[in-house]
């Protein structure tokens, strides 16, 4: 047995690292900036923009985005080993579809850094200059610098220099170092060596990459920080799993209950009238959405719309009063909240089960070790519970695998609706939000619940039927 646990977990290491890496993947390659940082294209002051481009490197330093993705890179030649270098994401993508493009990343570089200069300069013009104009300027070299079309970016290079030229003092100015930007461009398309995209290059960076600080910090508790508000993503796991877990063992511990006594007792009288009502409800539980009755229950008794004989229930939410109250007066407020959320995410659980329950246990009755016990003069709850229902808890065990990532993410639906502040609506909100740590984090503690409930799954097999061994042919 402990054989087969410790190879076990040494199959889940190296799953878990193909999670980490998925997960990794995806965080790449989400849309949005993960650094928030305030970057209007028209600042009046040079100090604006420095201090907005230091606080965007000082933000990429604290995330580690600073550092190359990968412990390695496998390659096109045309693309520098420095690329992770250029911090902003949407200027980095398009550098990298330039080089797509031309594959002259020296040209390339040469004019981007073209652009910046050109844009730096603009502060130094004299204040008789309209500064709205000066801002337009700046605006079109901004939209210049992360574009990769041709026809766009020739448009903004004529805009920017029409403008320069029908401006005596800006051409005074401007004019010499806007040729410049010209010929750079030309430069680039004109020098373009595409057959460097065909040369493969390797590259490697070590350990002091993204992937590799992320997932140590990870293994450690350590899931980064909100791109949202900046708080720390542990603790607002927390505070949401704790309701997300209070909600899904009430369901799941009331679903088990009622349904494994439903079950066995509807495949013990087949054709009874209890085994054909007892298959007809469970059936249409199964099949009502539980965001439709969900919906229904807050409509028709959480308000009184509809008389006052239906205002049954306190509204969505946890109360007004929660986190004011203290001791019994805040538990019952919170748990007549609960009631109708705790409903919804047991009763289609309760019919599944339930239906699962019924087919294991017809599936046993028909056994010859039932038939013999029967014979014997065995009484038959004896029959029944000892003997039947033990052979087929194999169905109830591995449903109850898929309890352990189903408690950490939570129903989205039954605590949207409700207004209950669980993983589900947390996920669901870092989604619409692009808070991406927060999303992924939630997912790596899903993968790791699912491993460790399929591994608790093989232990409670074991239990359920001594007959079962865990040796080296498992």
Request: net charge positive.
């Amino acid at each position: 047995m402990l054989t087969y646990l410790f190879k076990r977990i040494l199959i889940f290491i190296p799953t878990l690292i193909v999670i980490s890496l998925v997960a990794f993947a995806m965080r790449l390659a989400s849309p949005g900036d993960p650094i928030n940082i305030p970057n209007s294209d028209k600042p009046v002051f040079r100090n604006d923009d420095l201090w907005k481009k230091r606080a965007y490197e000082k933000k990429a330093e604290e995330l580690n985005l600073d550092k190359p993705a990968f412990y390695f890179n496998f390659t096109s030649a045309a693309y520098p080993d420095t690329l992770y270098k250029i911090l902003r994401k949407d200027e980095r993508t398009n550098i990298k579809k330039l080089i797509g493009q031309y594959g002259n990343w020296n040209d390339i570089h040469k004019f981007q850094q073209q652009i910046d200069v050109l844009k730096d300069k603009l502060f130094d013009l004299p204040d008789e200059i309209n500064q709205t104009t000066k801002n337009k300027i700046r605006n079109t070299l901004s939209k210049t610098k992360i574009s990769y079309k041709d026809k766009r970016i020739t448009s903004f290079l004529n805009e920017v220099n029409n403008k320069i030229n029908q401006d005596s003092i800006l051409n005074q100015y401007l004019g010499a170092d806007t040729k410049v930007l010209l010929a750079a461009y030309q430069d680039v398309k004109k020098q373009a060596t595409p057959s460097a995209l065909w040369v493969p290059a390797f590259r490697w960076y070590g350990f002091d990459n993204q992937y590799h600080h992320w997932f140590t910090s990870f293994l450690s508790g350590d899931f980064g920080t909100s791109f949202q508000d900046g708080r720390e993503v542990t603790s607002k796991i927390k505070s949401a799993l704790s309701w997300t877990l209070l909600l899904n063992f009430i369901s799941i511990l009331l679903a088990y209950l009622i349904s494994i006594p439903i079950g066995v007792i509807a495949a013990s009288k087949r054709d009874s009238i209890f085994d054909k009502t007892s298959t007809l409800i469970t059936f249409l539980l199964f099949s009502l959405p539980s965001f439709w009755i969900a919906t229904i229950l807050v409509v028709f008794f959480t308000t009184p719309e509809y008389g006052n004989w239906t205002n049954i229930f306190p509204s969505i939410g946890l109360g007004k009063n929660y986190g004011v109250q203290s001791g019994w007066a805040n538990f019952w407020d919170v748990a007549a909240h609960l009631i109708l959320p705790v409903f919804c995410l047991t009763y289609a659980a309760l019919a599944f089960i339930s239906r699962q329950v019924r087919g294991g246990m017809l599936d046993v009755l028909q056994k010859d070790f039932i038939r013999t016990a029967k014979a014997k003069g065995v009484d038959d709850k004896k029959v029944i519970w000892k003997h039947a229902f033990r052979n087929s808890l194999f169905p109830i065990i591995t449903l109850f695998a898929a309890v352990f990532p189903a408690t950490l993410a939570g129903s989205v639906v039954i605590e949207i609706i409700f207004n209950i502040p669980g993983m589900g609506r947390l996920a669901f909100e870092s989604i619409l939000a692009e808070d991406w740590p927060i999303v992924f984090s939630v997912l790596m503690l899903a993968a790791i619940l699912t491993i460790i409930g399929n591994l608790v799954a093989d232990m409670l097999y074991a239990v359920a039927d001594p007959r079962v061994t865990f040796t080296a042919e498992n």
